[in-house]
């Protein structure tokens, strides 16, 4: 089972650059987000007032009546509120830029409360600027610990933070436990912090999620696609989702490093077993980029963005077929890729006689999960257009499991259901992003 380690950020003595615990920290801190691409940090900088005065300005900002709450926008993607979705109704948030400096805290306070609330305003900037310490500390640490502490100063000169106040309320009694979807941040490096209120799960390179448990003294350092793509790999940016069990509200606050400007490899991450993964990018039209909703959905983002044509090569998102049986042909372009049941994507080359011939969900219903349907994608390399032609059987009726696949080794796995209405249910947005539609609508 994976833990999390835990990094001491309180010993005076540590935090001392060039110490021998300076070094210490830094090589663990570095380690910890190669590994998992996030740690808990104990630090102390934060008081216990002002932890309890930041949580009490969450509770009366998420408590302003939703038509104020929307007035929080932004000219930057991703930065304004995010509420009111369907598929994550337990999940509110809202967020501002320059998070550490009073000009950004004033223009977003300005709109939230209009006669002012100094008493907020103080205590957002004060956390946020210590916030900010603890991310400077763990930046400076993970560039010394790979011998490229000479681009720091441009690093630095780069960093601007977005703050990111969230709120996920309890669910209700027959209410979906999914606080938010599974996602990497898109920043280089998040401080994220909560109330008493635990619900963040961390997925381990080895696919496994795992609960992350929190002291209220305890914060969470992650590394987001920037810092992936900066060290060409070497940090991680692991998904991360939330999920609410018990009946207190989760409150947390979260603020992520974006730079204004270019992300770019450094050459000392590169060599003959390394080769250089990632082109510079600008880190704020990488987010433009994520931000359209045909690519949130996408495995990697960060790979698929290509920075030259600021255009994706993806041609269809991975899916699975909803009908029995698929017939699928194409011109002579090839595009189609399978993921194989060990998670591997390979792609199928084809000759011009050649037709791909895939159960979809329905068989696998059918089947009691004998045929298997398959995730599949379209990318497009090369210059020339692909044209395919599918036909797809579908059933003007009930898919019915026959008792011959059921026995004490293999249990009734989906119940009937109506064809039709299946695929009624996976045409609404909010099924769309289901892992499995199939399970999720008929699964026993
Ligand atoms: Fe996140």
């Known amino acids: 089972m994976h833990k999390l380690p835990t990094i001491n950020f309180t010993n005076k003595r540590n935090l001392k650059p060039g110490s021998t615990s300076w070094l210490a920290t830094s090589i663990e801190a570095t380690r910890s987000l190669e590994e998992y691409g996030c740690f808990i940090a104990e630090f102390d900088k934060v008081t216990p007032e002002l932890n309890d005065a930041v949580f009490k300005g969450l509770q009366d900002l998420f408590d302003l009546p939703i038509e104020v709450k929307v007035q929080n926008k932004s000219a930057k993607p991703l930065y304004g509120y995010v509420g009111q979705i369907p598929f994550i109704p337990l999940y509110e948030s809202m967020g501002f830029d320059y998070s550490n400096t009073p000009d950004g805290v004033k223009s977003f306070v300005d709109v939230m409360w209009p006669n002012e609330n100094e008493a907020f305003s103080a205590t957002v900037l004060a956390y946020n600027r210590l916030a900010a310490e603890l ?8 560039f010394e610990t790979y011998g490229v502490e000479k681009y720091l100063d441009a690093h630095r000169k780069m960093v601007t933070y977005l703050c990111r106040g969230m709120k996920y309320r309890a669910p209700e009694k027959n209410e979906t436990n999914m606080g938010f979807v599974p ?3 898109k920043d280089f490096i998040t401080v994220l912090h909560q109330n008493g209120v635990n619900g963040l799960e961390v997925k381990a390179r080895d696919g496994q999620w795992f609960t992350v448990e929190l002291k209220p003294s305890s914060y969470i350092v992650m ?3 920037g810092a992936m793509a900066w060290s060409n790999e070497r940090l991680y940016s692991p998904f991360h989702r939330v999920t609410m069990n018990g009946n207190e509200n989760r409150y947390s606050i979260a603020q992520f490093s974006f730079l204004e400007g270019i992300i770019e490899t450094p050459k000392e991450f590169v060599d003959e077993e390394h080769p250089l993964l990632f082109k510079p990018f600008d880190h704020l039209k990488y987010l433009e980029f994520y931000s359209r909703p045909e690519n949130r959905t996408l495995e990697s983002a960060l790979k698929a963005y290509s920075p030259e044509k600021n255009e994706t090569n993806m041609g269809f998102v991975p899916h699975t077929d909803k009908d029995f049986i698929t017939v699928l042909h194409q011109n002579g372009v090839n595009g189609l890729e399978v993921k194989a049941r060990d998670g591997q994507w390979f792609t199928v080359e084809l000759k011009p006689s ?5 159960s979809g969900d329905g068989a696998m219903a059918w089947s009691n999960e004998r045929l ?7 990318t497009m390399n090369g210059n020339e257009n692909r044209y395919s032609i599918a036909q797809f059987s579908f059933l003007e009726g009930i898919i019915e499991t026959p008792k011959e696949f059921v026995d004490e080794e293999h249990p009734l796995l989906f ?3 109506d064809h039709l209405k299946y695929l009624e249910f996976y045409s609404r947005p909010e099924n769309r992003t289901l892992e499995s539609a199939l ?3 008929c699964g026993v």
Not at 354 to 358: A, E, G, L, N, Q
Request: proline content about 6%; hydrophobic content about 35%.
């Open 135 to 142: 991310e400077e500390m763990v930046t400076r640490m993970v």
């Open 183 to 185: 996602h990497t941040d």
């Open 372 to 378: 298997y349907s398959p995730f599949h994608r379209v």
């Open 415 to 417: 119940k009937p259901f």
């Open 354 to 358: 050649s037709y791909i011939v895939m």
């Open 223 to 225: 590394s987001g696609d």
């Open 439 to 441: 399970k999720a609508y």
